[in-house]
């Protein structure tokens, strides 16, 4: 009866020690529910095992055969230190993400532009242009928009033109004629200069119009006339003639003496002038006579352009020989 008793009382003690095990409590006689292991400390912490790790991460070592989720601490130089846990084929650091830990796939071309998702940054695009670090942009088969398309193979004088459907090619630049009023001017022109406001208007049919806004004129004047009066058959050499009369002048152009050195007519200005003159010329003696008319820039060099001829017989022809002259002359600020 006694051994019958002893069976019977072991056997609640044992289903309640099984009970027990199952939870385990440290510093508490009630552990989380949720838990294996319930550990409480108000001024204590679970110390991890350390470890040192290698530089592999795919290595286990030092621990044999690790158990997915296996938590350690690493305190080694090969790694940074902190906490490290196996995923099944490598350590990986349990760490705050911070801008500069954030990688994504590596591109396959230096300098290339690829793209990713959003998801996962898996790589969905690796392109073969390269924009480097000056801003050179490489490896450009063609570049297209939403309405032209520009093609390689370019060289020297070739033009892009480009078809109706926003395809373009390089083809060999032609040469140009020029026409006005559709009457040929000269023709295979490689190349024009403009001076002044150009605007070009296509006409079709591989033609333009060319419009050319000349600058604007200024219109100062200066007249003068002269009192003196040489006789021809008396001239051996060159007699400079005094404009000692002014009949009109604008002063922000011109500057002028009737009085001293009255030959000379100062321009103010930088720029392109036209210059007109005429005096005429009386023979008294019936001499023939061939008269040579120049004009002097700054008192020394003979401007082109400025000498006329003319010829004189008598007087009483009842005519008077004119001599005159235009012509245009560059000049800077301060010529006379």
Same mark, same amino acid.
């Given at each position: 009866?006694?051994?019958?008793?002893?069976?019977?009382?072991?056997?609640?003690?044992?289903?309640?020690?099984?009970?027990?095990?199952?939870?385990?409590?440290?510093?508490?006689?009630?552990?989380?529910?949720?838990?294996?292991?319930?550990?409480?400390?108000?001024?204590?912490?679970?110390?991890?095992?350390?470890?040192?790790?290698?530089?592999?991460?795919?290595?286990?070592?030092?621990?044999?055969?690790?158990?997915?989720?296996?938590?350690?601490?690493?305190?080694?130089?090969?790694?940074?230190?902190?906490?490290?846990?196996?995923?099944?084929?490598?350590?990986? #650091?349990?760490?705050?993400?911070?801008?500069?830990?954030?990688?994504?796939?590596?591109?396959?071309?230096?300098?290339?532009?690829?793209?990713?998702?959003?998801?996962?940054?898996?790589?969905?695009?690796?392109?073969?242009?390269?924009?480097?670090?000056?801003?050179?942009?490489?490896?450009?088969?063609?570049?297209?928009?939403?309405?032209?398309?520009?093609?390689?193979?370019?060289?020297?004088?070739?033009?892009?033109?480009?078809?109706?459907?926003?395809?373009?090619?390089?083809?060999?630049?032609?040469?140009?004629?020029?026409?006005?009023?559709?009457?040929?001017?000269?023709? &295979?022109?490689?190349?024009?200069?403009?001076?002044?406001?150009?605007?070009?208007?296509?006409?079709?049919?591989?033609?333009?119009?060319?419009?050319?806004?000349?600058?604007?004129?200024?219109?100062?004047?200066?007249?003068?006339?002269?009192?003196?009066?040489?006789?021809?058959?008396?001239?051996?050499?060159?007699?400079?003639?005094?404009?000692?009369?002014?009949?009109?002048?604008?002063?922000?152009?011109?500057? #002028?003496?009737?009085?001293?050195?009255?030959?000379?007519?100062?321009?103010? &200005?930088?720029?392109?002038?036209?210059?007109?003159?005429?005096?005429?010329?009386?023979?008294?003696?019936?001499?023939?006579?061939? $008269?040579?008319?120049?004009?002097?820039?700054?008192?020394?060099?003979? $401007?082109?352009?400025?000498?006329?001829?003319?010829?004189?017989?008598?007087?009483?022809?009842?005519?008077?020989? #004119?001599?005159?002259?235009?012509?245009?002359?560059?000049?800077?600020?301060?010529?006379?």
């Amino acid at each position: 009866m006694k051994g019958l008793l002893k069976i019977l009382f072991l056997i609640p003690l044992l289903i309640v020690n099984l009970t027990v095990l199952s939870q385990i409590g440290i510093q508490t006689d009630t552990p989380d529910g949720s838990s294996a292991l319930d550990i409480v400390s108000n001024d204590k912490g679970v110390l991890i095992p350390r470890v040192s790790l290698t530089s592999d991460i795919t290595n286990p070592s030092p621990v044999s055969s690790p158990a997915i989720g296996l938590l350690v601490y690493n305190s080694g130089s090969n790694q940074e230190e902190g906490f490290y846990f196996w995923n099944g084929s490598q350590w990986l #650091h349990l760490k705050p993400e911070e801008d500069s830990d954030v990688e994504g796939p590596s591109s396959s071309t230096d300098n290339a532009i690829a793209r990713f998702d959003g998801t996962d940054g898996n790589k969905i695009q690796n392109s073969g242009v390269i924009l480097d670090d000056s801003d050179n942009i490489t490896g450009v088969n063609k570049i297209t928009t939403d309405a032209f398309t520009m093609p390689t193979n370019a060289g020297d004088d070739y033009v892009l033109v480009s078809d109706a459907n926003g395809n373009g090619t390089w083809q060999e630049a032609l040469p140009l004629d020029v026409k006005q009023d559709d009457i040929l001017i000269v023709g &295979n022109v490689n190349s024009l200069n403009f001076t002044g406001d150009v605007s070009v208007t296509n006409d079709g049919n591989n033609q333009s119009t060319i419009q050319v806004t000349s600058p604007e004129i200024d219109e100062e004047i200066i007249q003068c006339a002269s009192t003196s009066s040489q006789n021809v058959n008396d001239l051996v050499t060159s007699v400079s003639i005094p404009w000692d009369i002014e009949d009109f002048k604008d002063d922000i152009a011109f500057t #002028h003496s009737t009085s001293t050195n009255p030959s000379r007519i100062y321009v103010l &200005n930088d720029g392109i002038y036209e210059l007109n003159y005429m005096f005429s010329i009386v023979n008294d003696d019936n001499q023939r006579k061939t $008269i040579r008319s120049r004009l002097r820039k700054n008192g020394t060099t003979y $401007i082109d352009g400025s000498q006329c001829y003319s010829f004189t017989y008598s007087k009483f022809d009842d005519n008077s020989t #004119h001599v005159s002259s235009s012509f245009l002359v560059e000049l800077t600020a301060g010529d006379y």
